[in-house]
């Protein structure tokens, strides 16, 4: 039975009569009085019978009635719950970030989306890089605020829109003395001055914590320089810890530049990588491929796209 048989028997029932119905249809009579035998042979019962007062139901029609309006009901409603989500008066959308990625981006962003879209929950989840490629891949969040997929074989089933370049930046003690191996800020490096981190071999190194993917970026960056295994006494998984212990003296740092910029108020001296060492990491939204976006989520991902300063039509991402 599909939505019409019902629709076309429950208004015979309301109206009292196929001639009635059929112009409230806006059907001929003789293919209405058709659609209603075929519906009845399929159902192998007469829903219907005739009365000096027009047509009454049996009591396989009263049934078939009580199930079509719960039916049509649930369809009216699911209607209007996607007129809803495409108008945004409603709608959800999952987005996943690292816990240290999403308090940088996503707070003041959060107030100014809802502020336009007011009936929009946005649910974050916070988790690894690599666990949120998982829960993309398992279609249990809509968008990941991350870096690059972490296998070519997952990069087939992403994709992947870029928002920012965060350069990184090596940090150190204000009298460090590799400072004075630092060269002037070029227009590249923006208003940090340039060291290369060949002039740090030797030195203890604040790491990242084992299994984050910035601490394989930061000794790819020491390799590069000709630093091999980097001795390192401390590591942790919060890069404002890493800058403060830098600023005291207690070892080198390699971070993010928007992780340096909430170190407050002593913040170490700051020596922009140059480059040639590829010192950088490009921020994405990550979507399922081929999945399709929702309203919902294909607004977030245009609002926060302006909110970055990326034009939305330059990108694709669904």
Same mark, same amino acid.
């Given at each position: 039975?599909?939505?019409?048989?019902?629709?076309?028997?429950?208004?015979?029932?309301?109206?009292?009569?196929?001639?009635?119905?059929?112009?409230?249809?806006?059907?001929?009579?003789?293919?209405?009085?058709?659609?209603?035998?075929?519906?009845?042979?399929?159902?192998?019962?007469?829903?219907?019978?005739?009365? +000096?007062?027009?047509?009454?139901?049996?009591?396989?029609?009263?049934?078939?009635?009580?199930?079509?309006?719960?039916?049509?009901?649930?369809?009216?409603?699911?209607?209007?719950?996607?007129?809803?989500?495409?108008?945004?008066?409603? /709608?959800?959308?999952?987005?996943?970030?690292?816990?240290?990625?999403?308090?940088?981006?996503?707070? %003041?962003?959060?107030?100014?989306?809802?502020?336009?879209?007011?009936?929009?929950?946005?649910?974050?989840?916070?988790? +690894?890089?690599? %666990?949120?490629?998982?829960?993309? $891949?398992? /279609?249990?969040?809509?968008?990941?605020?991350?870096?690059?997929?972490?296998?070519?074989?997952?990069?087939?089933?992403?994709?992947?829109?870029?928002?920012?370049?965060?350069?990184?930046?090596?940090?150190?003690? +204000?009298?460090?003395?590799?400072?004075?191996?630092?060269?002037?800020?070029?227009?590249?490096?923006?208003?940090?001055?340039? $060291?290369?981190?060949?002039?740090?071999?030797?030195?203890?190194?604040?790491?990242?914590?084992?299994?984050?993917?910035?601490?394989?970026?930061?000794?790819?960056?020491?390799?590069?320089?000709?630093?091999?295994?980097?001795?390192?006494?401390?590591?942790?998984?919060?890069?404002?810890?890493?800058?403060?212990?830098?600023?005291?003296?207690?070892?080198?740092?390699?971070?993010?530049?928007?992780?340096?910029?909430?170190?407050?108020?002593?913040?170490?001296?700051?020596?922009?990588?140059?480059?040639?060492?590829?010192?950088?990491?490009?921020?994405?939204?990550?979507? $399922?491929?081929?999945?399709?976006?929702?309203?919902?989520?294909?607004?977030?991902?245009?609002?926060?796209?302006?909110?970055? /300063?990326?034009?939305?039509?330059?990108?694709?991402?669904?």
């Amino acid at each position: 039975m599909t939505q019409k048989d019902l629709l076309y028997i429950k208004t015979i029932a309301d109206e009292g009569s196929i001639s009635q119905a059929a112009k409230k249809l806006f059907v001929s009579q003789p293919s209405l009085s058709q659609s209603v035998r075929r519906i009845e042979d399929s159902l192998g019962v007469p829903l219907f019978k005739r009365t +000096p007062k027009g047509l009454s139901l049996t009591p396989e029609g009263s049934a078939y009635i009580r199930m079509a309006s719960r039916i049509l009901s649930i369809y009216d409603a699911f209607e209007e719950e996607i007129r809803n989500q495409h108008e945004l008066k409603t /709608g959800t959308v999952c987005v996943g970030a690292t816990p240290h990625r999403g308090p940088l981006l996503l707070p %003041e962003f959060l107030a100014r989306f809802h502020l336009r879209y007011p009936h929009v929950t946005v649910d974050v989840m916070e988790r +690894p890089a690599m %666990e949120l490629e998982d829960l993309l $891949l398992e /279609g249990k969040i809509d968008l990941a605020l991350m870096r690059i997929p972490k296998t070519v074989e997952q990069s087939k089933s992403l994709t992947y829109r870029g928002l920012l370049r965060d350069s990184f930046l090596i940090l150190l003690k +204000p009298d460090h003395p590799a400072a004075v191996h630092a060269s002037a800020p070029s227009p590249d490096s923006g208003e940090y001055p340039v $060291l290369d981190p060949k002039w740090l071999a030797g030195e203890n190194f604040l790491l990242p914590a084992p299994g984050m993917r910035l601490r394989d970026t930061v000794t790819d960056i020491l390799k590069k320089a000709g630093i091999g295994e980097p001795k390192s006494d401390y590591s942790s998984i919060y890069m404002e810890t890493l800058a403060y212990l830098a600023a005291a003296g207690q070892g080198v740092a390699i971070i993010p530049t928007r992780y340096f910029k909430n170190v407050r108020p002593a913040p170490p001296l700051c020596y922009s990588i140059p480059e040639e060492y590829g010192a950088f990491w490009d921020v994405c939204l990550v979507a $399922l491929k081929d999945a399709g976006l929702s309203r919902a989520a294909a607004a977030f991902c245009e609002e926060f796209s302006r909110y970055l /300063g990326v034009q939305p039509e330059k990108e694709e991402l669904y």
